[in-house]
């Protein structure tokens, strides 16, 4: 059974550091691309970040370019989100998800529960 | 940047009704970068169709997607009470890589 399992998040000031887990288990970890979707209070989604399967190419959305880095460890199956300089705005239940391509479609097809970052003095 | 927009936003419909939801993209897309998620309260999202028409595994088949281009649907044939939830469209491309749409939200009448 897959699992995706969020840890790390919490109360920070703004301007701080936050860094999220994931761990994964259930599937062959090193071989799939994996995202953080994050979703603020009574909003929709949003993709924060993606990362190819050995850690070769990375994407951001430009709202979090230059604060965020998405890292993995394939040899704990897990994943990581590096945050810094967080804003108010970053509030939200971050998601980790795995990212599968069947056909030339790239979607998520497991997430985990999340775990939420609220950011606020 | 693509931008998808879903509507409508909320929609109230009974069990054993039809749901026809739409997500519209701002410029022509893929139809195999185009999915759909479903999220209840408190839940992560779940994959229902990628492809713009193929179900993910364990879908029942009351769900179906079509469209090409800058419209896509989402139907489900007859409301389960299990089915009242948030629907989201997905996109993949170039800037940024995934977007989202806002959600309709079907709840029930």
């Known amino acids: 059974e897959v699992q995706l399992v969020e840890s790390g998040g919490g109360l920070v000031q703004p301007g701080g550091s936050l860094r999220l887990s994931c761990a994964a288990s259930g599937f062959t970890f090193n071989t799939y691309r994996m995202s953080w979707v994050r979703q603020a209070p009574g909003k929709g989604l949003e993709w924060v970040s993606y990362i190819s399967s050995s850690s070769s190419t990375l994407h951001y959305a430009d709202s979090v370019k230059g604060r965020f880095t998405i890292s993995r460890d394939n040899a704990k199956n897990s994943l990581y989100l590096h945050m810094n300089s967080l804003r108010a705005e970053d509030t939200a239940v971050f998601h980790c998800a795995r990212v599968n391509y069947v056909s030339g479609s790239y979607h998520f097809d497991y997430w985990g529960q999340g775990t939420l970052v609220t950011v606020s003095s | 940047e693509i931008v998808l927009t879903q509507s409508p936003g909320t929609l109230s419909l009974s069990p054993g009704e039809r749901a026809t939801l739409s997500c519209r993209a701002s410029q022509s897309v893929s139809s195999i970068s185009l999915a759909w998620y479903q999220q209840k309260p408190g839940q992560a999202p779940r994959l229902l169709i990628y492809?713009?028409?193929s179900r993910a595994t364990g879908i029942p088949d009351r769900f179906s997607g079509s469209g090409s281009e800058t419209d896509f649907t989402l139907t489900i044939s007859r409301l389960e009470p299990e089915d009242f939830a948030v629907y989201y469209c997905q996109q993949y491309g170039s800037s940024p890589l995934f977007t989202f749409g806002p959600g309709t939200k079907v709840d029930i009448k």
């Open positions: 492809g713009a028409s």
